[in-house]
Antibody, heavy 123, light 107 residues
Framework: EIQLQESGPGLVKPSQSLSLTCSVT?????????WSWIRKFPGNKMEWMGY???????NYNPSLKSRISITRDTSKNQFFLQLNSVTTEDTATYYC????????????????WGQGVMVTVSS | DIQMTQTPSSMPASLGERVTISCRAS??????LNWYQQKPDGTIKPLIY???NLQSGVPSRFSGSGSGTDYSLTISSLEPEDFAMYYC?????????FGGGTKLELK
């Protein structure tokens, strides 16, 4: 069974960096697909932040492009989110998810999600 | 970015009731539309992909339809476990974007 689990600090100070880890079991992240970060704000809005592909390439939401970095450690089957210069607007629950893609791109959806980790940005 | 407008934002409903949630895109998305369910414990799972395809393991009371800019999710007869949040998501163009969510509540 494929499982994803987020971890990281629940409280970050404004202007600092937010760093989260997604640990994946049941599937090797270099075997296929894209490995995403998505966040849900208070008030329920959801935002796709970006992904790292199985080959290591990255794709980011342009709204975050200057602040975001997604990397990975293939030896640990983990991928990471770093978001720089956070403000209170970055307070959200952060999810990692697998972005499935098959049938020549007709079918593309987030099929496995972590439980989410709540991050508050506050001094 | 393509804006996704989901209605209603909340919906009181009764067990056994048939409900429909709507999702409208700011431009045509060629059926590249998914639906997700988020349970009160935070768990998120896919329900429908590419407008009308049922994800494996999802009960057949869930169905999706639509075309162009307008899409919908229908639950034919509400069960207790269906009271949750629902989101649509387009993947016609990057970045993928989500609707604002619909909270299905017990009346």
């Amino acid at each position: 069974e494929i499982q994803l689990q987020e971890s990281g600090p629940g409280l970050v100070k404004p202007s600092q960096s937010l760093s989260l880890t997604c640990s994946v079991t049941g599937y090797t992240i270099t075997s296929g697909y894209d490995w995403s970060w998505i966040r849900k704000f208070p008030g329920n809005k959801m935002e796709w932040m970006g992904y790292i592909s199985y080959s290591g390439s990255t794709n980011y939401n342009p709204s975050l492009k200057s602040r975001i970095s997604i990397t990975r450690d293939t030896s640990k089957n983990q991928f990471f989110l770093q978001l720089n210069s956070v403000t209170t607007e970055d307070t959200a629950t952060y999810y990692c998810a697998r972005y499935l893609d098959y049938y020549d791109g007709y079918y593309r959806y987030f099929d496995y999600w972590g439980q989410g980790v709540m991050v508050t940005v506050s001094s | 970015d393509i804006q996704m407008t989901q209605t209603p934002s909340s919906m009181p409903a009764s067990l056994g009731e048939r409900v429909t949630i709507s999702c409208r895109a700011s431009q045509g998305i060629s059926n590249y539309l998914n639906w997700y369910q988020q349970k009160p414990d935070g768990t998120i799972k896919p329900l429908i992909y590419y407008t009308s395809n049922l994800q494996s393991g999802v009960p057949s009371r869930f169905s999706g339809s639509g075309s162009g800019t307008d899409y919908s999710l229908t639950i034919s007869s509400l069960e207790p476990e269906d009271f949750a949040m629902y989101y649509c998501q387009q993947y016609d163009s990057s970045p993928p974007t989500f609707g604002g969510g619909t909270k299905l509540e017990l009346k």
